[in-house]
């Protein structure tokens, strides 16, 4: 029995860190992908291959015991043996075109990808079953998510997020182009997450008008994109890179990668947890290719990417 699914990374366009404590964040699919194919075997163990290396396990063994990469993908295969008493075990073979651990969404979008792939191997599954699988795997590595990255891999496109009130598509899709830069730093966002949590709680006050700032900028945003005003839209860029500068996820590196793409494009920010992964800088046809060769010519990893609207793809 054999079963495959791919789903796109994303970036967060705004409203990361603040989106944990209930402010409303705005994530993009991007057309990069990472695929997970699952087939049962015979011998009780679950082998899962990747870039990152191979693992082979009991399903029983404890999760702490697993490497942290993919202890979420061992998660929901020893999960679904367990609850669907299958008899055997599983090899889990994963290929991705989604730099890891870089703030692109690898672990939500193989998180996706696994819990649609493995539940495949059982049962006929809606998107819902995924999503929760998905989330709750990717919170053996990442204890506090708040479920924005998963949502938009699964359901691709743009989208306006909040962890109570849920997701809502952003129509008519923007005409923006994004170019990420990589700043060749990788972090751990739990470890980042964890690093917020400490300024929130010496801050707390200041943290709570941050929150509020942070849903009126995603409400101006969306109101700009919506008017296609990229102007508008980059100033909004750059307002949310200063609060998360305050909040300390931002550091020299990527202040200097900041500047220089801001000197082309509308306005530029980390996306993600920060403290390394990724830069997005905001352009559209007239300074998309001025912002690649500036950054080029800073030598700076840069790449072009497109919205994906497919989201999940069961293949
Ligand atoms: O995993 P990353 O680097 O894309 O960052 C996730 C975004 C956070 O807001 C920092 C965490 C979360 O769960 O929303």
């Known amino acids: 029995m054999k079963s495959e ?9 705004f409203g990361e860190h603040f989106v944990i404590y209930g402010t409303k964040a705005i994530l993009c699919a991007i057309n990069r992908r990472i695929t997970v194919r699952a087939e049962t075997v015979p011998r009780e163990m679950i082998t899962i291959k990747s870039k990152l290396g191979t693992i082979s396990h009991n399903p029983e063994t404890k999760l702490a015991d697993i490497d942290a990469p ?25 290929s991705s075109d989604i730099p890891h651990g870089v703030g692109l969404g690898s672990s939500s979008a193989c998180c996706v990808a696994g819990a649609s792939a493995i539940l495949g191997l059982f ?8 999503l929760k699988l998905a989330i709750e795997a ?24 909040s962890k109570n ?13 994004i170019v990420l830069a990589n700043s060749d730093m990788k972090h751990s966002t739990g470890d980042v997450v964890d690093g917020v949590k400490g300024f929130r709680e010496k801050n707390k006050a200041r943290f709570e008008v941050m929150c509020k700032a942070e849903d009126h900028l995603v409400n101006d945003a969306i109101l700009h994109i919506k008017n296609k005003d990229m102007i508008g839209l980059g100033v909004c860029v750059k307002k949310n890179q200063s609060m998360l500068k305050e ?10 990668m ?19 992964g990724c830069i997005f800088a905001l352009n559209d046809d007239t300074n998309m290719q001025d912002t690649l060769y500036t950054l080029e010519k800073n030598g700076i990893e840069c790449f072009s990417v497109g919205i994906d609207f497919k989201g999940l793809d069961t293949i």
């Open 5 to 13: 699914s791919s789903a796109p990374g994303k970036i967060i366009l």
């Open 70 to 94: 993919l202890r979420p993908i061992f998660h929901i295969a020893s999960k679904l043996i367990k609850r669907h008493t299958h008899k055997g075990g599983m090899l889990i073979t994963i």
């Open 123 to 130: 049962k006929k599954h809606d998107r819902e079953e995924i």
């Open 138 to 161: 990717e919170k053996t590595i990442h204890r506090n998510s708040s479920g924005a990255d998963c949502t938009v891999c699964l359901y691709g496109g743009v989208m306006e997020y």
């Open 165 to 177: 009130v849920g997701f809502a598509e952003i129509n008519p899709a923007p005409e923006f182009t």
């Open 247 to 256: 909040i300390g996820v931002s550091n020299e590196r990527l202040e200097e």
């Open 258 to 276: 900041i500047k220089i793409a801001d000197s082309t494009s509308y306005g530029s920010k980390i996306t993600g947890a920060g403290d390394g």
